[in-house]
């Protein structure tokens, strides 16, 4: 069975609903098994053995995710970004599971132009990116059955994201200040936890790091009009909202983030074959599920 861990998060909520509908056996928690106690995460795994269950994959989508809050709550984010990381991959190896382990695009500096592989050298330039950054070397020494997937700019239906507060904003707002020289690849949670699936439905796993996002690539301020464009589109939108472009040092933020996040995904797509979405056509599927479920913003 697979334990899913943080089954309460943006892409914790996205994975557990597509495990029910698949019918895949899964148990998940999120704070009440807290990853940063190794003894509660015994007792937990315990609890399940004694139900004669083997669990043989550990997924983790628990993380302390504030970037900004991170900068003064740095141990409370280490706790959770790196000994948390690190209860699971030894758990993962005395129970002989494999653990996938969800990253991020913040371990990279962000100073370049071109797509980072998996191979480049980090720097993370903020505290959740250098957190993020120890938890994946730990899971990698640690459990050598584990995959660690990178991913950014996450979006979905579970949770606060760039999207939804778009949206809200574009309909309360006459005009809206976006950054337009931060570029990365926006990434539906949907699309990410279908991949997840797909890699743990595999006759054969290749372990190691793996990047994944939607394909393409966009500054916050494009990613902003292509979400008026199409919220206009499906009627979400009513108001009219000019988006302006403006330098991220006009938007002055707590932690520092990478200018040019964009992740190749070259390994991914040649290991597990995968096809991706590009990020305009998984945006329109989205807007397109928040319509047809007349969801209130
Ligand atoms: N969101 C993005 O744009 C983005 C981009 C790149 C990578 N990622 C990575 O993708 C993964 C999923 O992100 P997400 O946006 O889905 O995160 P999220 O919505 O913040 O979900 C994380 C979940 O973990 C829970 N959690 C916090 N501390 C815990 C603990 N000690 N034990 C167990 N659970 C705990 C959180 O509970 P509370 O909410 O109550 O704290 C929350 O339910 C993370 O690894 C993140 O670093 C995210």
Redesign the pocket.
């Known amino acids: 069975m697979i334990w899913l861990?943080?089954?309460?998060?943006?892409?914790?909520r996205e994975l557990e609903l597509l495990l029910k509908e698949k019918s895949i056996d899964f148990v998940g928690?999120?704070?009440e098994?807290?990853?940063?106690d190794l003894n509660i995460l015994y007792e937990f795994s315990d609890s399940i053995t004694k139900k004669n269950k083997k669990i043989r994959w550990i997924i983790?989508?628990?993380?302390?995710?504030m970037v900004d809050k991170a900068e003064d709550e740095t141990s409370l984010c280490y706790?959770?970004?790196v000994f948390?990381p690190q209860n699971l991959a030894k758990l993962a190896c005395d129970l002989d599971a494999s653990l996938i382990?969800?990253?991020?695009?913040?371990v990279f500096s962000g100073d370049t132009d071109s797509p980072y592989s998996e191979e480049n050298p980090k720097a993370p330039c903020c505290v959740?990116g250098s957190s993020?950054s120890e938890g994946e070397d730990l899971v990698l020494s640690l459990c050598k059955n584990s995959l660690i997937i990178?991913?950014?700019?996450?979006?979905g239906r579970?949770?606060h994201?760039f999207v939804y507060t778009m949206l809200k904003l574009m309909n309360q707002k006459d005009h809206l200040n976006v950054v337009d020289d931060q570029v990365g690849s926006p990434?539906w949670?949907k699309d990410l936890a279908n991949v997840i699936i797909t890699i743990i439905s595999k006759a054969e796993i290749h372990y190691g790091i793996y990047h994944y996002t939607n394909e393409g690539q966009c500054s916050w301020f494009e990613f902003s009009k292509e979400i008026y464009r199409l919220g206009v589109t499906y009627g979400i939108i009513k108001n009219q909202c000019e988006i302006r472009p403006i330098k991220t040092s006009e938007y002055k933020t707590k932690a520092k983030r990478p200018l040019y996040s964009v992740l190749s995904k070259e390994k991914i797509k040649r290991v597990y074959r995968i096809d991706i979405p590009h990020w305009k056509l998984s945006l329109q599927k989205f807007l397109e599920e928040i319509k047809r479920d007349g969801e209130v913003l």
């Open positions: 861990v943080g089954n309460k998060g943006m892409l914790g928690t999120d704070k098994v807290s990853i940063t983790n989508c628990a993380a302390y995710t706790d959770i970004n948390g382990h969800i990253s991020t695009d913040y959740y993020k990178r991913t950014a700019w996450l979006y579970y949770g994201n990434t949670t």
